[in-house]
């Protein structure tokens, strides 16, 4: 190659933007084996890993695993453990057990699609859809339809919500390994209105938008994880020590659904957060790196 034609080509790949790195998601999402060593979720529930991991295995004597194709049965042995209670519990309530979504990936971290959470094993997806069976085939599990608990316009629940739905959240609220447990608004709204004196446990019953076919638990930091990061503000934080049903749940199906005419603009430029599934590997906690590459 000429002098000229060495430069030309030189300056030709200056010219071309440096290629971007391949996303963490992509990366994690390729593992399908743990992370070797003890179980450890690191980092927090929006940006993490988990070493460690355990499968959940896809059928068991009270559930079973939906969406197989995503690979996502796995997570923290206190999550796995969780479970199995609260399917259990929800058999003594006369459900045939529950319909697990989405826990994590196999080393846990960002996932190509869907949640910001669930990165360190300690988030799992149960189905509002009590099920009729727990034979279905791998083919069913991947097309079977969610059931909505939630009214069409999305300010009460609808006749699929029963007493059974309440009990099967208070259970789960009611574990100690659990953090808080997310769900449609309707459905705090109803339990607001029908837990009697028997209060406490509403503090966990976190609304957040969507969630009116599944409820997200999420598991608190286990006391040995040194590198995994509790949420804040806490629940009780939250809820100022009360049940959370106030008119900070009103404003779900109220505002949130109808905005005022004229908002109030904000007093500078909210830059848009960006989505855990484009993060780099250097923006996880240091100690993924190490978990992505174990073997």
Request: hydrophobic share 40%; glycine share 6%.
């Amino acid at each position: 190659m000429t002098r000229p034609a060495l430069l030309a080509a030189v300056l030709a790949a200056l010219a071309q933007p440096l290629a971007a790195e391949e996303p963490a998601s992509v990366r994690f999402a390729a593992r399908t084996t743990p992370a070797p060593g003890p179980a450890e979720p690191i980092g927090s529930y929006a940006r993490g890993c988990v070493r460690g991991a355990v499968e959940l295995p896809e059928t068991g004597p009270a559930w079973q695993v939906m969406r197989l194709s995503r690979g996502r049965n796995w997570g923290h042995p206190d999550t796995i453990a969780f479970v199995e209670r609260l399917s259990a519990e929800a058999v003594r309530l006369g459900w045939k057990g529950l319909l697990i979504g989405d826990i994590g990936q196999p080393r846990g971290g960002p996932t190509p699609s869907e949640h910001r959470s669930h990165q360190m094993g300690l988030d799992v997806d149960i189905w509002l859809r009590p099920p009729a069976r727990l034979d279905h085939s791998p083919e069913t599990r991947e097309r079977l339809a969610f059931v909505s608990v939630r009214s069409a316009d999305q300010r009460s629940v609808n006749a699929n919500w029963t007493p059974a739905h309440m009990a099967l959240l208070k259970a789960a609220a009611q574990d100690p390994a659990v953090d808080r447990v997310f769900i449609t608004a309707p459905a705090k709204i109803a339990m607001c209105r029908d837990a009697g004196t028997d209060r406490a446990w509403l503090q966990k019953i976190r609304p957040i938008a969507g969630h009116h076919e599944h409820f997200h638990v999420r598991l608190k930091c286990p006391p040995d994880a040194r590198l995994c990061q509790t949420q804040t503000p806490t629940v009780a934080e939250l809820s100022k020590g009360g049940d959370g049903c106030d008119e900070t749940l009103d404003w779900w199906v109220t505002d949130y659904l109808t905005p005022p005419k004229t908002p109030v603009k904000p007093s500078a430029p909210v830059k848009p957060r960006p989505h855990p599934r484009d993060y780099t590997l250097a923006e996880l906690p240091r100690a993924c790196a190490a978990v992505l590459a174990g073997d």
